[in-house]
T-cell receptor, first 114, second 111 residues
């Protein structure tokens, strides 16, 4: 069964450094999402992406965040200058145009900022 | 504003016992509701979803949920819990491009 994959599974970085989290959505999916889950807290929406542009973003998704689909398979989340409070699990999700409401989630990348 | 609450932070049940996890939502229109399960170190797996129609929906792993508009609830149930059901359970509401997740309920299962 096709699935969303994410790399790396765990990323440790120093405060102020740039990180790129990578996702490979399911191949026929056209809508892509990033979510964040701070340890012990609920999953929070960051951004949705379709047709090579951001569809919607939350208040969390400020100027230090960016997303990109650099090729036909990857979907990336970049954090330009990481802060301690960016430490969290980051989930990628994708869906087809047909399954409007059903998003398929990846296993997540745990980001630790020291 | 849209919101999802899960009143129980942590529930412990014995294996074989029945389970009900509570979920309440706030949304002005017809909600699209979901239950996801997250095992330790894993991603989110969809258990079931409600869009419209029959208010009792069946999902994977023997789970079901009942949508009650009058109570703004979408509670998850399972008649007999297995040890492998121990995990974090999230109720979620979809609106537009977004999902709003509840804070989650951690389920522990006693042997």
């Amino acid at each position: 069964e096709p699935e969303v994959t994410q790399t790396p599974s765990h990323q440790v970085t120093q405060m102020g450094q740039e990180v790129i989290l990578r996702c490979v959505p399911i191949s026929n999916h056209l809508y892509f999402y990033w979510y964040r889950q701070i340890l012990g807290q609920k999953v929070e929406f960051l951004v949705s992406f379709y047709n090579n542009e951001i569809s919607e973003k939350s208040e969390i998704f400020d100027d230090q965040f960016s997303v990109e689909r650099p090729d036909g398979s990857n979907f990336t989340l970049k954090i330009r200058s990481t802060k301690l409070e960016d430490s969290a699990m980051y989930f990628c999700a994708s869906r087809t145009p047909d399954t409007y409401y059903e998003q398929y989630f990846g296993p997540g990348t745990r980001l630790t900022v020291t | 504003a849209q919101s999802v609450t899960q009143p129980d932070i942590h529930i412990t049940v014995s294996e074989g016992a029945s389970l009900e996890l509570r979920c309440n939502y706030s949304y002005g229109a017809t909600p699209y509701l979901f239950w996801y399960v997250q095992s330790p170190g894993q991603g989110l797996q969809l258990l079931l979803k409600y869009f419209s129609g029959d208010t009792l929906v069946q999902g994977i792993k023997g789970f079901e949920a009942e949508f009650k508009r009058s109570q703004s609830s979408f509670n998850l149930r399972k008649p007999s819990v297995h040890w492998s059901d121990a995990a974090e359970y999230f109720c979620a509401l979809n609106y537009g491009q977004n999902f709003v997740f509840g804070p989650g309920t951690r389920l522990s299962v006693l042997p």
